[in-house]
């Protein structure tokens, strides 16, 4: 599977911004698809996943509450809408999969994810 990301941009901070990730090749409602951010001077980090199939939602501490992981099986998509944004979101976001043949639960190891897109990046203003 081969993802694209896009989305970014400039946005204020408390405004809002939405990402997707598109899929191309096949089974992409058998893939876990993940975002992850890396900001500058910083360790690529996860920020959330949505379950392959039904479409179980995860996100770290730092995001709950804030922004929404969903998935279009149709259109092969997955998108992270980002609510009330900081300064501290700023960052080039990344989409990753991990096919379910390989792994079963979602996670947040960089490691897990074998395919990934080219990275958005999203600057926060103060």
């Known amino acids: 599977v081969q993802l694209q990301a896009s989305g970014g941009g400039l946005v204020q901070t408390g405004g809002s911004r939405r990402l997707s990730c598109s899929a191309s090749?096949?089974?992409?409602?058998?893939?876990?698809v993940a975002w992850f951010r890396q900001a500058p001077g910083k360790e690529r980090e996860f920020v959330s996943a949505v379950k392959y199939g039904v479409g179980t939602t995860y996100y770290d501490d730092f995001v709950k509450g804030r922004f929404t992981i969903s998935r279009d099986n149709d259109k092969k998509t997955v998108y992270l809408q980002m609510n009330s944004l900081e300064p501290e979101d700023t960052a080039v976001y990344y989409c990753?999969?991990?096919?379910?043949?390989?792994?079963?639960?979602?996670?947040?190891?960089?490691?897990?994810?074998?395919?990934w897109g080219q990275g958005t990046q999203v600057t926060v203003s103060s």
């Open positions: 990753a999969a991990a096919s379910r043949a390989l792994v079963a639960e979602p996670t947040d190891e960089l490691g897990e994810y074998d395919y």
């Open positions: 090749g096949r089974g992409f409602i058998n893939y876990t």
